[in-house]
């Protein structure tokens, strides 16, 4: 079945230093999204990327969706002790269900 | 917050005893999900529904029922509760469907521990 990982699984960050982290799928990708997990809470949606090569910007997160639709990154930079928590990808193949990754967790030192 | 809620948000049982978590949103939105929350497996789906009556399983469905008789309520029951099955389960909604838009809305979860 379909497969998504995620890399790394844990990155540590000294405050204002970028975060990137990468999304690979086993299978071609119709969409892919993006949620956030604060520590002790649930996640919540940040984007949604459906073309090929696409980029999409959120202030200082950058998101792109690879042009084969099989990977995806989140780029971060200048991170603030507010970007702390699980970052997940979720993956769909055109007419499933969607499959998350298993998330990077991020830790920001002030 | 999208309107859903979680009930309980916390429980304990036991090996064998069966288990009912129920999610009810007010957003009047179609689909709705469970998913389980684990430590390295991110969240995996356990069942869904694309409507009233109308349910499909994940791809971790083995022990679990579900159940949707009204558009706001989805129902999770475990009929007989193992270890493997504590975890933390999501609540999920969304408008629509896969291979659209379709944000989903997750409920604050609940712990359930299995001894």
């Known amino acids: 079945g379909q497969q998504v990982m995620q890399i790394p699984q844990y990155q540590h960050v000294q405050e204002g230093e970028d975060f990137t982290t990468y999304c690979n799928s086993s299978?071609?990708?119709?969409?892919i999204q993006w949620y956030k997990q604060r520590p002790g809470g649930h996640p919540v949606f940040l984007i949604q990327l459906v073309k090929s090569g696409e980029v999409k910007k959120q202030k200082r997160l950058t998101f792109q969706f690879g042009e084969a639709k099989k990977n995806s990154s989140l780029h971060i930079t200048a991170t603030q002790t507010t970007d702390v928590g699980t970052y997940f990808c979720a993956g769909v193949v055109y007419g499933q269900n969607f499959v998350f990754g298993p998330g990077t967790r991020l830790s920001v030192l002030p | 917050d999208a309107g859903i809620t979680q009930s309980p948000r916390h429980k304990v049982t036991e090996t064998g005893t069966p288990v009912t978590l129920r999610c009810h949103q007010t957003e009047n939105h179609r689909y709705m999900y469970w998913y389980r929350q684990d430590p390295g497996h991110g969240l995996r789906l356990i069942h869904y529904?694309?409507?009233?009556?109308?349910?499909d399983k994940g791809e971790v469905s083995d022990g679990y029922s579900v159940s949707r008789s009204k558009t706001e309520d989805f129902l999770l029951t475990l009929e007989s509760a193992t270890s493997s099955q504590t975890s933390v389960y999501f609540c999920a909604i969304s408008e629509s469907g896969p291979g659209s838009y379709n944000e989903q809305f997750f409920g604050p979860g609940t712990r359930l521990t299995v001894l």
């Open positions: 299978t071609t990708l119709s969409n």
């Open positions: 529904s694309y409507g009233v009556k109308d349910t």
